[in-house]
């Protein structure tokens, strides 16, 4: 059995009325005996332990992009790791910066993590993390893991104006799972996914860009203009399940996160539009076995 835990389910990097989808974008993903953290966003390494995952015993992280909603807690889930006993390495994947972020966290913290070695004789932080970069020039799906059964690969997604963002795939014990991360509608995103047990896909409603351009006071249209330019609505990722033949569609990175705006019926309306499957709207905390 496999068993996905999402940790941050609302779309964007700010913090506003807590609810069902408070927290940026994390996952954690419990395949094939490995604890493994997709996207770091805030909240991330609290989530992490509510979960009942303690964190010395996270064995991957993948970072599908750099927008901070997705990597600004990336430092401080491995720091936080290293503060509670983390004691093996850890490999972390991500887009070309990713051995930067790293390198200029660890300066950041020069002075808490050199304290901490000589008072507390903990181990150096820096050989705890190895950083692999991973990069595909076109669409095709590239391979980050090929371990015993345990496959990682990636697809270059679309999510204007960053070049590199891509979708992640793992595959082990006979289960397979999907992350969209942040795109808009990708047809051949639907090959990638082909027949997992579960996809993930970040999700927008017509009327969440309404009120998203709303709350920005000044009804800001690059705002606007980005979120349709680089996301996904709703009936365009029932068409991407019902072309890869998913068994459970998660919706995710909702946009808009509050369900006083639109409530778990509406997101489902929209899905049913074009997909007949199984779907749950994502929220906080939400447990999907497989
Ligand atoms: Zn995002
Ligand atoms: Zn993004």
Redo the contacts with the bound molecule.
């Keep these: 059995m496999a068993r996905l835990v999402l940790l941050g389910t609302k ?3 700010s913090l506003r009325a807590s609810g069902a989808s408070f927290l ?2 994390s996952s954690h993903l419990s395949i094939a005996g490995r604890s493994i953290i997709i996207d770091c ?1 805030l909240g991330v390494t609290a989530g992490m332990v509510k979960a009942g995952y303690p964190l010395t015993g996270l064995t991957d992280v993948f970072i599908t ?1 750099y ?1 901070s ?2 990597v600004l807690e990336f430092g401080g889930l491995l720091h936080t790791a290293w503060t509670a006993g983390l004691d093996h390495q850890v490999p972390v994947y991500g887009p070309p910066g990713l051995e930067l972020i790293w390198q200029r966290f660890c300066e950041m913290m020069e002075f808490d993590i050199a304290i901490r070695i000589k008072d507390e004789g903990r181990p150096s932080l820096a050989p705890l993390v190895t950083v692999s970069i991973y990069h595909a020039k076109t669409p095709d799906p590239v391979k980050l893991v090929d371990d015993n059964g345990f496959c990682v690969s990636a697809m270059r997604n679309d999510h204007p104006p960053i070049d590199d963002s891509y979708a992640l795939r793992f595959d082990a014990v006979g289960k397979s799972v999907t992350f969209s991360g ?1 795109t808009r509608y990708v047809p051949a995103l639907a090959d990638f996914a082909r027949n997992s047990d579960v996809l993930v896909h ?1 999700a927008m409603l017509a009327k969440g860009v309404e009120h998203a351009v709303a709350k920005t006071k000044t009804g800001d249209e690059r705002l606007k203009q980005h979120l349709l330019t680089s996301h996904s609505l709703a009936e365009d990722v029932g068409r991407i399940a019902s072309a890869a033949n998913v068994g459970h569609l998660v919706l995710h ?1 909702l946009i808009p996160p509050e369900r006083n705006i639109c409530n778990d019926e509406e997101w489902q309306a929209e899905v049913s539009r074009s997909f007949d499957g199984r779907c749950s709207v994502g929220c906080d905390g939400m447990v999907i076995d497989f």
Aim: charged share 25%.
């Design positions: 779309g964007g990097p940026p974008t966003g992009h927008h909603d997705h942040d970040e990175h």
